[in-house]
């Protein structure tokens, strides 16, 4: 079982910047991958990054130049710098992970959740 604790969520004006942080309870390097969704008021959950686990990166269009994904192994942290944010940008965010065991190399999907954080942009 893999515990994900998000932190760093906040009020921020349009054009600031966050870094959200997710610390796993495991070496995030047996990980398949790990990503970040978020879910804003009314609206399904979405995708908003992937970091497989093979060093690749995934963004939703909307994002693309804006937000970065990050991961220190040693800290068994997964990271999301978020910077130009707009109004839009308001939403829980979730950290999740896919865990499948053996040799996995790309993030399929997540089978574990953090408990969210909120990004607020205003």
């Known amino acids: 079982h893999v515990q994900l604790v998000e932190s760093g969520g906040g009020s921020v004006q349009p054009g600031g910047s966050l870094k959200l942080s997710c610390k796993a309870s495991?070496?995030?390097?047996?990980?398949?991958?790990m990503a970040w969704y978020r879910q804003a008021p009314g609206k399904e959950r979405e995708l908003v990054s992937i970091?497989?686990?093979?060093?690749?990166?995934n963004y939703t269009e909307s994002v693309k130049g804006r937000f970065f994904i990050s991961q220190d192994n040693a800290k068994n942290t997964l990271y999301l710098e978020m910077n130009s944010l707009k109004t839009e940008d308001t939403a829980v965010y979730y950290c999740?992970?896919?865990?499948?065991?053996?040799?996995?190399?790309?993030?399929?999907?997540?089978?574990?959740w953090g408990q969210g954080t909120q990004v607020t942009v205003s």
């Open positions: 970091k497989h686990s093979d060093g690749t990166q």
């Open positions: 495991t070496n995030i390097f047996l990980l398949c991958g």
């Open positions: 999740a992970a896919d865990q499948r065991g053996g040799i996995c190399l790309r993030f399929e999907s997540p089978n574990y």
